[in-house]
């Protein structure tokens, strides 16, 4: 099996926290698809994953609901002419709250898409203004709502933490109005200061300070205990799933595998066991090359010491954590010997044949991982 990845990096408008490659050339968008389609072509008579089954496709961004019904439908036949495509597979495209309109939602029911993330952020209007946030909170029930009329019985949404000034109570309130969604799947992020992003400028100009660690640490924790209190698992750092059902992100869940996947257009990343590659992150000199015929790209080999530190990096952050047995020996002993004090503290805690955090080795895990790399 093997995961499919589509950036599509349209935004309307930008937001102060992204980090992310995005473009506001909405004008530029059909020429987009069209070559997007056309890397499909170029790259499938290579070698990369050829004739495995594709099980998973996620349409990130940017904003894929920016797409016309046309643009979608262009890519999504495209998609299943070139590859071959499970008949259960996850099919996930993000969406903002706003673009959800009736009209989008019947849109909805004519592609394949059986999954959609969505970006609530947060449930306080200052806030999304703060963030330059397209939507109104408001809006995100509505759309849950249209995305359910839709058929849609697998839904995701995002939020933040850590704003500046932000309260515990403010945060307790924002994931109560995210559980009175019903949402099968949330995430939940930390608002970071990206360098050269709008926020890290307004950080670094006095304009605007973070959030006390332990006070985000606090919220963390909240937000964990609520969640499984309410029937989700925690089975990744920042993300819960509902216990009933098979709601992991599977696309998600195939970077932390170390599962093959294809990436195209601007920006994507593709992996193939010991390969990576990556496309330019230029929305330019992407559609001149691929007009060209040409797949703008680098890449690199993995060597031993790289697949494991990503092992460490990836496996880590899941609820099940590092199998040790699919460790080389050389591999295993340092893992097991760099592991000991973590284990000592409380850190991490060995159950079996995996290493895994502990509840309180969550908040520091980027500490641990390091420690534990070469």
């Known amino acids: ?12 408008s930008r937001c102060v926290y992204c980090g992310f490659f995005s473009t506001t050339s909405l004008n530029e968008r059909q020429r987009y698809v069209d070559a997007v ?37 262009q890519l999504f036949d495209a998609i299943y002419n070139i590859y071959n495509v499970s008949d259960k597979a996850e099919v996930t495209m993000e969406c903002n709250p706003d673009d959800i309109t009736d009209v989008f939602a019947d849109m909805l029911k004519q592609l394949p898409v059986n999954r959609v993330s ?32 839709a058929g849609i019985g697998n839904i995701s949404v995002d939020l933040m933490y850590g704003f500046p000034e932000e309260t515990l109570a403010e945060w307790h309130a ?15 992020y930390a608002l970071s200061y990206e360098e050269g992003t709008p926020l890290y400028r307004m950080l670094k100009e006095g304009r605007v300070e973070e959030l006390d660690e332990e006070l985000q640490r606090q919220m963390y924790y ?25 709601f992991r992100s599977r696309h998600n869940s195939s970077y932390w595998n170390h599962t093959p996947y294809i990436g195209l257009g601007a920006g994507a990343h593709s992996f193939e066991g010991r390969r990576r590659q990556w496309n330019v992150a230029d929305l330019s000199k992407y559609m001149e090359s691929i007009e060209n015929r040409m797949i703008p790209a680098n890449g690199e080999e993995l060597d031993d010491d790289t697949y494991y530190n990503e092992t460490v990096m990836t496996a880590l952050r899941t609820r099940e954590g590092i199998c040790l047995s699919s460790l080389s020996s050389h591999y295993y002993d340092y893992c097991l010997r760099q592991s000991q004090k973590y284990i000592a503290n409380g850190l991490l805690c060995q159950d079996g044949d995996f290493l895994r955090l502990t509840r309180q080795g969550l908040f520091v895990s980027d500490m641990v991982m390091s420690d534990l790399m070469l």
């Open 1 to 12: 099996m093997a995961g499919l990845y589509i950036h599509i990096p349209f935004c309307s």
């Open 37 to 73: 389609c056309r890397e499909m072509t170029i790259r499938s008579g290579k070698h990369e994953i050829q004739g495995t089954q594709i099980d998973t496709i996620y349409l990130g961004g940017g904003t894929p609901s920016q797409l016309s019904a046309h643009q979608l439908n």
């Open 118 to 149: 969505m970006g609530a952020q947060t449930f306080n209007n200052q806030r999304l203004h703060f963030l330059h946030r397209r939507h109104k909170a408001e809006q995100v029930p509505l759309a849950v709502s249209r995305l359910r009329q």
């Open 174 to 188: 924002d994931i109560d109005a995210a559980l009175a969604l019903g949402v099968e799947h949330l995430s939940a």
């Open 222 to 246: 909240d937000l964990k205990d609520r969640l499984e209190q309410t029937g989700y698992e925690h089975y990744e750092l920042s993300n819960f799933a509902r216990r009933k059902g098979s």
